[in-house]
């Protein structure tokens, strides 16, 4: 079974930082983009990065404070997070690319993270 | 960056209504359009992709359609599982989803 699983989510201080983790599983992770999506309480959805091997592209609203990365080798998906401000208060998805046939959409999501940033 | 729209935001309707959501891009996105379903504390399910190919698993009441800037989904005879918030996205340039349009029970 295809499957994402997102951890490290929590409670932080204004300006403080956090690393969230994507464990994935039932798929070539290394042959796949992937992407982190959130969504802020009772709002929408905001792509927020995109790594496919060392390329990577972020939103403006988190670029320059947020990091992307991959090991593929344990098949995982990391989202370094810093400065942190409440307007970054989400659950936070890790998103597979849909691949060659499909495009760059999002076929299979986590369950999600939460991250709350408030004094 | 492309901008994404929805029509409407929130539309009421009744098991086995036909409905239909519109999305509007800000420029051209060819045929690079996806819908996703969410239901509350869950997670987007993907339903349509390259505007009107249906993810594998999606009932065939889900259709999609358009290309350029505009945009529909249909449902061709609501289920009670379909109520529910449902969003385009463009895969053009980058990602951008639209705002969303909630379907509820009228």
């Known amino acids: 079974e295809v499957q994402l699983v997102e951890s490290g989510g929590g409670l932080v201080q204004p300006g403080g930082s956090l690393r969230l983790s994507c464990a994935a599983s039932?798929?070539?992770?290394?042959?796949?983009?992937m992407n982190w999506v959130r969504q802020a309480p009772g709002k929408g959805l905001e792509w927020v990065a995109y790594?496919?091997?060392?390329?990577?592209h972020y939103a403006d609203s988190v670029k320059g404070r947020f990091t992307i990365s991959r090991d593929n080798a344990w098949n995982s998906l990391f989202l370094q997070m810093i400065s942190l401000t409440a307007e970054d208060t989400a659950v936070y998805y890790c998103?597979?690319?849909?691949?060659?046939?499909?495009?760059?959409?999002?076929?299979?999501w986590g369950q999600g993270t939460v991250v709350t940033v408030s004094s | 960056d492309i901008q994404m729209t929805q029509s409407p935001s929130t539309l009421s309707a009744s098991v086995g209504d036909r409905v239909t959501i519109t999305c509007r891009a800000s420029?051209?996105?060819?045929?690079?359009l996806a819908w996703y379903q969410q239901k509350p504390g869950k997670a987007p399910k993907l339903l349509i992709y390259?505007?009107?190919s249906l993810e594998s698993g999606v009932p065939s009441r889900f259709s999609g359609s358009g290309s350029g800037t505009e945009f529909t989904l249909t449902i061709s005879s609501l289920q009670p599982d379909d109520f529910a918030t449902y969003y385009c996205?463009?895969?053009?340039?980058?990602?951008?989803f639209g705002p969303g349009t909630t379907v509820d029970i009228k």
């Open positions: 998103a597979k690319e849909g691949g060659f046939h499909k495009g760059s959409v999002f076929d299979i």
């Open positions: 039932g798929f070539r992770f290394s042959d796949y983009s």
């Open positions: 790594i496919r091997s060392d390329m990577t």
């Open positions: 420029q051209s996105i060819n045929s690079w």
């Open positions: 390259k505007a009107s």
């Open positions: 996205q463009q895969y053009n340039s980058f990602w951008a």
